[in-house]
């Protein structure tokens, strides 16, 4: 404890010397710039605009009295034609000045009237003599009056429990929505003289059913639904364009408890008609892919022009269907919307 407070005074003594004493600190005090009368006339009391339609008023007047001047000393003839020029240009030119003290006024106070920023910091002072407290000790001993806990929690590798909250996120209430995709698939080129059918709006199709022409031509056209556990055709008995023909009826089925999500749609240029549909199924409840063993209506080839809708989430379906033919055969085949269970 004696060498502590020995190298305390040490150290206090040589800070002494070369800082100084309190007696020896002087505080100098910036200067401050008083304002002038004019100051306190054109920056508080006045506003920079004021001087500017009073000066400007008075210039005005001027120029109107010297015109007037001007007038009567050539209606009088009282000098010729060079005195008058003359009198004109020095007159134009004091108006002229006028504008610009003017201008260079009302700047000047506009911009001494302007708060500016914040200037910089300055630079730090010398560093103060130490000052004396009699309540200031740091030579005895204290007593620990005053901690902060200590983490009692080491391990921090542990898992939260969630099943409860993934339970209650199975039996959420869930719901049909819908979302726009508009695609067409067949024929590229509108068709003018064909006629539409919208079917009803089912949350999802499972299957279709059409005639396929001795041509290789689908001349009739139906989706199929499940209802009440069993399948029915969406829409009209007769079908589309020759549902007389039933001379080769082709049927394509997703499996139980699913529904199309994409179609593949295969166009004959040369018949101008539709000649193979493909279908795609997932299942209703875990949206896995299910492809039926018989999946194609017609034929599909190399040589047709080809194109598909897609539903892309995983319990989405095709939906807003629609059907363009014309007498003969099925020409396009059209999709609003995908149906999503969510």
Known sequence: MTDLRGAYDYSKDLADEYIGSSRKTTINIAKTTKRTFSDMLFTVIFDWRIIFFTLLS???????????VHRSLSKNQTFNAYGLASISFFGHIFI????????????????????????????IGPKGPQGKNQTCDICSLKV?????DEDTLTDTSFEIDNSLFEDMNKYKP??????????LLGQVEPCKDCKTIKYSNENYVNGIIGNVSSEGIINSFQYLYEKDGSTKPLGNAEGIAGMDDKTNVKKVKCPKNSGIFRMDVAYDNTKKGISGMKIFCRDLTTGKVKLPKKHTLGNIETR???????????????GGLEAHYNDKQLVNLQFNKCNMYK
């Open 96 to 123: 002229l000045n006028c504008f610009i003290a003017i201008f260079t006024l009302c700047y000047y106070f506009k911009k001494r009237g302007d708060q500016g920023k914040k200037g910089p910091r300055g630079k």
């Open 58 to 68: 008075l210039t005005l007047m001027i120029a109107y009295g010297l015109m007037v």
């Open 174 to 183: 869930k719901s049909w929505k819908s979302y726009k995709i508009d695609k």
């Open 304 to 318: 047709h022009q080809t194109n598909s809708v897609y539903c892309t989430n995983n319990n989405a379906y095709v």
């Open 144 to 148: 620990k009056t005053m901690s902060r």
